[in-house]
Nanobody, 119 residues
Framework: QVQLVESGGGLVQPGGSLRLSCAAS????????IAWFRQAPGKQREGVSC????????FYATSVKGRFTISRDNAKNTVYLQMNSLKPEDTAVYYC????????????WGQGTQVTVSS
């Protein structure tokens, strides 16, 4: 059974940092690519970043490029999203999701973790 569990969200001041974790079970990271999405109140869900299962290639939305870094630890079967220089507009529920490639609409989703950037 495929399962994704996010953690690491919270309240942080503008300019601060958070690291989100996505712990996967039921599959290994060399089979499924992992993406991070976010959804703010009243807004559509937005793709933030993705790491490919095949070669570890990474992709970022323009809005987070240079501030966020996605990485994976195959031994722990966990993907991380390091978020630096956070802005109030980064406030959202962050979800990790899995599918065969970063181009696919993900099949499997976690429950989400809240990130709030506010002074």
């Amino acid at each position: 059974q495929v399962q994704l569990v996010e953690s690491g969200g919270g309240l942080v001041q503008p300019g601060g940092s958070l690291r989100l974790s996505c712990a996967a079970s039921g599959f290994t990271l060399d089979i499924y690519s992992i993406a991070w999405f976010r959804q703010a109140p009243g807004k559509q869900r937005e793709g933030v970043s993705c790491i490919s299962s095949s070669d570890g290639s990474t992709f970022y939305a323009t809005s987070v490029k240079g501030r966020f870094t996605i990485s994976r630890d195959n031994a722990k079967n966990t993907v991380y999203l390091q978020m630096n220089s956070l802005k109030p507009e980064d406030t959202a529920v962050y979800y990790c999701a899995a599918d065969r490639t970063c181009r696919a609409t993900p099949t499997y989703w976690g429950q989400g973790t809240q990130v709030t950037v506010s002074s």
